[in-house]
């Protein structure tokens, strides 16, 4: 597992992005991305993430793709701000590229408790046999703590499956952890170049608007170090 000033440099990026694209108080958060190889060696994939709002009561998570409905925000540009946090993510697998290393196939990002976590998984495609749904019924089992009580039928069965192949089986996997240390922020949480589209510099700052409107307390409370 690579672990250089550039990787920990995107690491930052990705961090920064995910804080921005959410415009309300939250705990916990959890990502899944996956990258691989296709025909002609064009690399596909998928993201998509999990936060859990803030507030005495448990909350259920909400989906990322939720947000532009939930906060009336134009959905083809906060849609720009979801692509941009994938290609952060390309980019970490790019940097596996160059540096001639083992490729991994997914990940899963968390943060809680100011602490940012990596979890790359190197099983292929097509070991355990699930297919791409099963893998997201399975994913949402480990990290979103679902109630198999809610799953119907076939979902079930998948999960049952998974318990069963992982007395058997361990998944391939590497972990990476660091904390995120409590400073103010004296710049913009968001380091993207601001948009010249005055459509998505509305949307911009209808996000910042709402930042300062729930004050929130974990931006104020992270530092993105470069």
Do not use: C
Not at 24 to 44: C, G, N
Not at 50 to 72: A, D, Q, S
Not at 83 to 105: C, N, T
Not at 124 to 147: P, Q
Request: no cysteine.
């Amino acid at each position: 597992m690579l672990d250089t000033p550039r990787i920990k440099k995107i690491y930052q990026e990705i961090q920064r992005s995910i804080y921005y694209m959410i415009p309300e108080k939250w705990d916990h958060l959890y990502l899944y991305a996956s990258i691989t190889e296709k025909v002609y060696k064009i690399p596909i994939g998928e993201m998509f993430f999990y936060y859990f709002p803030k507030g005495i009561l448990k909350k259920r998570p909400v989906n990322v793709y939720e947000i532009p409905g939930k906060f009336n925000i134009d959905e083809e540009i906060y849609m720009k701000l979801v692509r941009d946090l994938y290609q952060s993510i390309q980019k970490l697998r790019e940097e596996y590229v160059k540096k001639d290393q083992r490729l991994w196939s997914s990940l899963t990002i968390s943060i809680e408790n100011n602490q940012f976590k990596v979890i790359y998984n190197y099983d292929s495609e097509n070991n355990w046999n699930y297919s791409n749904d099963d893998r997201k019924v399975i994913w949402k089992y480990k990290y979103l703590g679902i109630d198999t009580a809610a799953l119907d039928r076939k979902e079930k069965s998948v999960v049952k499956r998974y318990i069963k192949d992982s007395q058997y089986q361990q998944e391939d996997e590497e972990e990476y952890t660091e904390m995120m240390y409590k400073k103010p922020i004296h710049k913009n949480i968001l380091d993207y170049d601001k948009p010249d589209n005055p459509v998505e510099q509305n949307v911009i700052k209808k996000l910042e608007e709402q930042h300062r409107k729930v004050n929130n307390q974990i931006l104020s409370g992270i530092d993105f170090r470069d």
